[in-house]
């Protein structure tokens, strides 16, 4: 069982950045391939960024590509999604996942855990 808390979201405006937290109970984190999903309003949850379980490597979404940086730190059990150039469009509730599915890294069905989510909103 892994339990996930996000942090760091807020409210910023376009062009800004913001660091979101996902802290991890449990001593098998390292074990862990971790995604970071979103979800806007009337919207599906969509793959935002995800990293293996040594953080070797890392998968983005095309609309993220350039302005966000995920990572992790397994000495902390905790990941990070760095975002940066931040637009409007950003603006959603921020989820973090866990799973070892070897399947697809990007599909969200493959995430066994979930955080509760972060707000983070974009004004123009």
């Known amino acids: 069982q892994v339990q996930l808390v996000e942090s760091g979201g807020g409210l910023v405006q376009a062009g800004g950045s913001l660091r979101l937290s996902c802290a991890a109970s449990?001593?098998?984190?390292?074990?862990?391939?971790m995604g970071w999903f979103r979800q806007a309003p009337g919207k599906e949850r969509e793959f935002v960024a995800a990293?293996?379980?040594?953080?070797?490597?890392?998968y983005n979404a095309d609309s993220v590509k350039g302005r966000f940086t995920i990572s992790r730190d397994n000495a902390k059990n905790t990941v990070y999604l760095q975002m940066n150039s931040l637009k409007p469009e950003d603006t959603a509730v921020y989820y973090c996942?866990?799973?070892?599915?070897?399947?697809?890294?990007?599909?969200?069905?493959?995430?066994?855990?979930w955080g509760q989510g972060t707000q983070v909103t974009v004004s123009s």
């Open positions: 990293i293996t379980w040594s953080g070797g490597s890392t």
């Open positions: 996942a866990a799973g070892s599915s070897i399947y697809d890294i990007k599909a969200k069905g493959n995430y066994a855990y």
């Open positions: 449990g001593r098998t984190f390292s074990t862990y391939r």
